[in-house]
């Protein structure tokens, strides 16, 4: 089913990998002023040349989209368009351009990420243009007040770089439960996951890690690993749970609890006055967890997972040499 067309605006489509960094910067900082005000949500500095799609309207860069390419798959990254600008086309035109260029590559068989921060008309466009292929991502956030419950299981510890291996197995194992739940397909590989638990330790993605609020669960006995929580903190004030896993094998036991407990307690004596994460809309099981410890939803963003389709070509210049 197609999509109802936005309004249509003058203004052009470029490379990302093309502007000037002194157009980019008030555009970043319009971005992180938007995600900090509406979400509490602390943004990735860039670090050099972004590969992916720029919207120019009247000399002016009003929105962006960065790109990437990871086996077969192209991965879309945060999406911002300007509240200077007319915010539903620059999207509605992005999203398109990105579309079009993938699926007229024979190699890309699907798209896929999550979109933070979309104009309500953009999420419903995507929502009814693509039906069961755009998922919901739901940001949930506690004022925390710690209970001083105590948990008997199995023995909790601080966070060490020595867990990261054992680690990104587990996450694997728990993502080969729900294989729908990842965004990037390359997370199936235990490089790519070591990487991606780097990335999120050592990379502002989520915030600055905090290792005093990250831990592991391990077995009594055996000292397995049996779950892990990492924690970062958004600005002064604002805690954030980055990642929580639990290994299928060792389900029904309290132990997600046990971990988003201890780091929300730790992240409360911090000075975090409230705290918050993402979850997607069909784990009910985490969900419910949540809502259990006083998380209340306050967002909702699409999360892509389309699927090859007959599209029309778009230029392939625009994806730079960002393959990996």
């Not at 050099?48 to 390419?69: C, D, N, Q, S």
């Not at 921060?117 to 004022?143: C, H, I």
């Not at 890690?209 to 990492?230: C, D, M, N």
Request: with cysteine; charged share 20%.
């Amino acid at each position: 089913m197609e999509s109802p067309d936005p309004p249509s605006c003058a203004g052009r489509l470029g490379s990302l990998l093309t502007q000037p960094f002194s157009d980019l910067q008030p555009l970043l900082a319009e971005e992180a002023e938007v995600l900090w005000r509406t979400l509490h949500w602390q943004v990735e500095p860039w670090e050099g040349p972004m590969g992916g799609l720029a919207w120019i309207g009247e000399g002016k860069l009003l929105g962006y989209l960065p790109l990437r390419v990871s086996g077969h798959t192209l991965v879309v990254g945060r999406m911002f368009a300007s509240r200077c600008g007319p915010t539903e086309v620059v999207e509605a035109d992005l999203l398109d351009a990105a579309i079009h260029g993938a699926f007229s590559d024979p190699l890309i068989q699907g798209i896929s990420g999550e979109l933070l921060k979309v104009a309500p008309a953009t999420l419903d466009r995507l929502l009814s243009g693509w039906p069961g292929q755009v998922r919901l991502r739901l940001l949930m956030e506690v004022t925390w007040i710690p209970s001083g419950d105590a948990w008997n299981g199995s023995a909790l510890e601080p966070w060490h770089m020595d867990h990261l291996v054992p680690a990104s197995g587990l996450l694997r194992r728990a993502y080969a439960e729900v294989p729908h739940f990842l965004t990037d397909p390359a997370l199936n590989v235990q490089e790519v996951t070591v990487r991606l638990l780097e990335r999120i330790i050592t990379h502002p993605i989520c915030g600055t890690f905090e290792p005093g609020a990250s831990f592991v669960a391990r077995a009594p006995e055996s000292g397995h690993l049996l779950g892990f929580v990492l924690a970062s903190r958004m600005g002064a004030d604002q805690g954030h749970v980055s990642e929580v896993a639990v290994d299928p094998d060792a389900s029904q036991r309290g132990i997600g609890k046990a971990l988003v407990t201890k780091a929300l307690d730790a992240l409360q004596k911090l000075g975090c006055r409230t705290s918050h994460l993402a979850v997607d809309q069909d784990n009910f099981k985490a969900i419910g967890l949540y809502k259990s410890l006083g998380f209340l939803e306050y967002h909702r963003f699409p999360d892509l997972r389309l699927e090859r389709g007959a599209r029309d070509s778009f230029p392939a210049q625009f994806f730079g040499s960002e393959v990996g």
